[in-house]
Structure formats: C-alpha cells, structure tokens
C-alpha cells in the first residue's frame, strides 16, 4: 500500500471519528433530557450551532471553496498531465493516411506514432461545478433565513 493508501484510511478514519463523536453527544443530550424528563425538571435547551441559519453560511463556504479548489485542481492536472495515444486514434490516423493516398512509410510511422502525447480534456474540470453550484445553495439559503428572520 503506497502513500495514498494511507491518506485515504487516514481520511476516512477521521470522518468514521468525527461521527462518532457527534452520535456521542448526540446520545448524552438524549440521556440529559430523559433524566430532566423523570426529575419534572425544565429540559435544557437544545441550541446548538447546527440549529442557527450561521451553520449554512458555514457548509456554503466550506462547498464553494472546496468546489472552486477541485476545479482549479482539475484544471492543473488536464493542462499538465498527458497521455500516449490510444491504438485506436494511431490506427485511425494511419487509415486516414491511407486514404488519403500516403505511403506505405507514411501508414507505418502513423501506427507506430507512440510519441506524441494529448491531454486530458479541460472539460474534466467542470466537475468541480457540482460542489460549486451546491455552495451557492447554501449561501443563498443562508442570505434568505436571516433577511426572514430580521
């Protein structure tokens, strides 16, 4: 397992814990009320920073700017990653020759063309668009509650 490998398991051990931790409290605020329940005492407010309007200012920007930094990203890895042409497009190039009249020389060098390089498409880089799109929702959202709420 190289580098990578262990980023991922790294990330996603660090999500399975951030999980747990909000089930954690999540589950004592529970144990909390049940007791203030059985005791006839008044139950403890629930406000928390994810019931306010703040916490969509909060996922809007965090999806915006991770929507815009994979889109810059993409567009950096097509511009400067290449690959060799697929035997596909160098037989294409090579019947394209052919019928163009070229010579046997000609069909050969095309078929065997494996140093030329081409690009990932630049369209790749829209994906970043979705996590982009869905901030703006957010943000929006956000603008909408507090303009309601004043």
């Not at 790294?10 to 203030?36: D, N, S």
């Not at 097509?78 to 020389?105: C, M, V």
């Amino acid at each position: 397992m190289g580098g990578e490998g262990f980023f991922i398991l790294a990330a996603m051990g660090l999500v399975v814990y951030a999980l747990y931790m909000r089930f954690r409290r999540r589950e004592l605020q529970h144990k909390e009320r049940m007791a203030a329940i059985e005791k006839g005492v008044a139950l403890p407010d629930l406000t928390d920073i994810e019931a306010g309007p703040r916490i969509y200012l909060l996922r809007g920007m965090i999806w915006l700017l991770s929507g815009i930094a994979l889109s810059v990203f993409l567009l950096v890895l097509s511009a400067t990653t290449q690959f060799p042409k697929s035997a596909e497009q160098r037989f294409r190039e090579a019947d394209t020759i052919a019928r163009l009249g070229g010579t046997t020389e000609q069909i050969q060098k095309a078929q065997n063309d494996t140093g030329r390089q081409e690009r990932l498409p630049y369209a790749v880089s829209l994906i970043g668009l979705v996590p982009v799109a869905v901030g703006i929702a957010y943000l929006v959202f956000h603008r909408v509650e507090t303009a309601r709420s004043r």
